[in-house]
């Protein structure tokens, strides 16, 4: 009997050090790779490549540090203390500010600095996630639910702390387009005019030969306008001659014929 009541008490007392151990056992953190950190493999390159260029972006403007990190689960650990020990683990300072993604969980949020929370505070930390993530990322779309926070966060940490941080060609965001004054636009027509050599037209070349020759295809044309007027008879007077010796008609007929200009008025001339 006092050898059954012992087996039981060891039973019992090896069964409190499991549940022990289990509960004093540290969950598994992912190491950081970077500002972001897709443990649970739920994201395209592409929008890791976005999110590194954002957090890129934030810190030029504003000096906080965004960091994204995705997991399947907690390990037991509740949202605020995974995301409190993940701070830990990867020594994230004040500045910073961290998204936790636990897809296998349907738990998310953010885990700002002290620096962080006092300017963007937890409550429009919440208000945002619940505005422009929660929706695609229960849908278990994770690209989208970051194509539609990026855009987002980057506004409100913008209007935080008082500068433009821009998100041109971020998450599907259509690249910026350069705006010139109207100085800069005519500056920049001068230099493109100066450096492009000009080219010649047809009009050109025309007006110059016309300039260095004396002879413009206007007179020509107005000449011959006059020669047409003046010999512009019937086809009767080209074919049986004018009628009169003495009316200057064979010089002029013999100047036009030797130009090839009686084409103009007939082939027949006899």
Known sequence: ?????????LALCFACL????????EPRYPQKTGDATDAALLLSAQTLADWAQLAENVQDETDVRLYLATVD???????????????EKWDLGKKDLLLLMAAGEDAFGFFGGESVNEKFSVNAQAKLL??????????????????????????ELGKCYGETISIAGLFGQAQETEKLTAGQWLERQD???????????????????????????????????????????DRRRRRHGCG?????????????????????????RH
Request: aromatic residues 10%; charged residues 15%.
């Open 130 to 155: 619940s505005t422009s993530f929660q929706a695609e990322f229960l849908a278990q779309d994770y690209d989208g639910a970051l194509h539609s926070l990026g855009p987002a966060l980057a506004r």
């Open 191 to 233: 230099a493109q005019a100066t450096a492009a050599p000009r080219q010649e037209t047809l009009r050109d070349r025309v007006t110059q030969e016309d300039a260095d020759s004396g002879i413009s295809l206007g007179k020509v044309v107005l000449t011959v306008f006059l020669l047409m007027i003046i010999f512009g008879g």
């Open 244 to 268: 009169c010796s003495g009316c200057g008609c064979a010089p002029f007929s013999s100047l036009l014929a030797g130009l090839g200009l009686w084409k103009l008025w007939g082939d027949d």
């Open 18 to 25: 499991l549940c022990c151990s289990s509960a004093l056992a």
């Open 1 to 9: 009997m006092r050898c059954f009541w012992f087996k039981r008490l």
């Open 73 to 87: 689960f907690l390990d037991g650990a509740t949202l605020a203390e995974y995301g409190a020990g993940l701070r």
